[in-house]
T-cell receptor
Framework: ETGVTQSPTHLIKTRGQQVTLRCSSQ?????VSWYQQALGQGPQFIFQ???????GRGNFPPRFSGLQFPNYSSELNVNALELDDSALYLC?????????????FGPGTRLLVL | TQLLEQSPQFLSIQEGENLTVYCNSS?????LQWYRQEPGEGPVLLVT?????EVKKLKRLTFQFGDARKDSSLHITAAQPGDTGLYLC???????????FGTGTRLKVLA
């Protein structure tokens, strides 16, 4: 149990539609990162927010956008969905753990684009 | 482009056997993490290594960070069915904010 929750757990959309995925981080964790994990691969970094500002971005097009709110929740928005967007989307909040700075991952949202 | 390659990609062994998973890169990392991910869940952090040559032990798991901080290994002794899962390494480059994940090793331990 990481204290990070995501909704919905599963989602089916059609090509061209828009989707919003939600994440609730642990209280006090000011940094949240979003990742895309395709089937059989490791997570790929999409972007990161710190205190409601985007402060880092991976190799993803602008149709991937996000928001972070003062209550430690955040959103990932994807416009003009493509078939290749089908993946598990993970959010992770950062805080201190046993080994120093730790990423705490949510269970993910599995998105299927038809 | 930074790349973290893991080997082997897949591993199926009998309960009680030992195994080693490798994580290699041409890049230097300020820290490297190992995660285990089970179906339907997000990755869970196992350990973070920071110092070149560092060895950390967590019960039957032994983690090593290479001297040059470009590679790492995870050794499991006397594997158990509960060790089954996807093992991921993730490196953090000094001065950056993002973790680069490896390609993953899918382990299955048969009873």
């Amino acid at each position: 149990e990481t204290g990070v929750t995501q909704s919905p757990t599963h989602l089916i959309k059609t090509r061209g539609q828009q989707v919003t995925l939600r994440c609730s981080s642990q209280s006090g964790h000011n940094t949240v990162s979003w990742y895309q994990q395709a089937l059989g691969q490791g997570p790929q970094f999409i972007f990161q927010y710190y205190r409601e500002e985007e402060n880092g971005r991976g190799n993803f097009p602008p149709r991937f956008s996000g928001l972070q709110f003062p209550n430690y929740s955040s959103e990932l928005n994807v416009n003009a969905l493509e078939l290749d967007d089908s993946a598990l989307y993970l959010c992770a909040s950062r805080g201190e753990g046993l080994w120093g700075e730790t990423q705490y991952f949510g269970p993910g949202t599995r998105l299927l684009v038809l | 482009t930074q790349l973290l390659e893991q080997s082997p990609q897949f591993l199926s062994i009998q309960e009680g056997e030992n195994l080693t998973v490798y994580c290699n890169s041409s890049s230097v990392f300020s820290s490297l993490q190992w995660y285990r991910q089970e179906p339907g869940e997000g990755p869970v952090l196992l350990v973070t290594v920071v110092t070149g040559g560092e060895v950390k032990k967590l019960k039957r798991l032994t983690f090593q960070f290479g001297d040059a901080r470009k590679d790492s290994s995870l050794h499991i002794t006397a594997a158990q069915p509960g060790d089954t899962g996807l093992y991921l390494c993730a490196g953090l480059t000094s001065g950056t904010y993002k973790y680069i994940f490896g390609t993953g090793t899918r382990l299955k331990v048969l009873a």
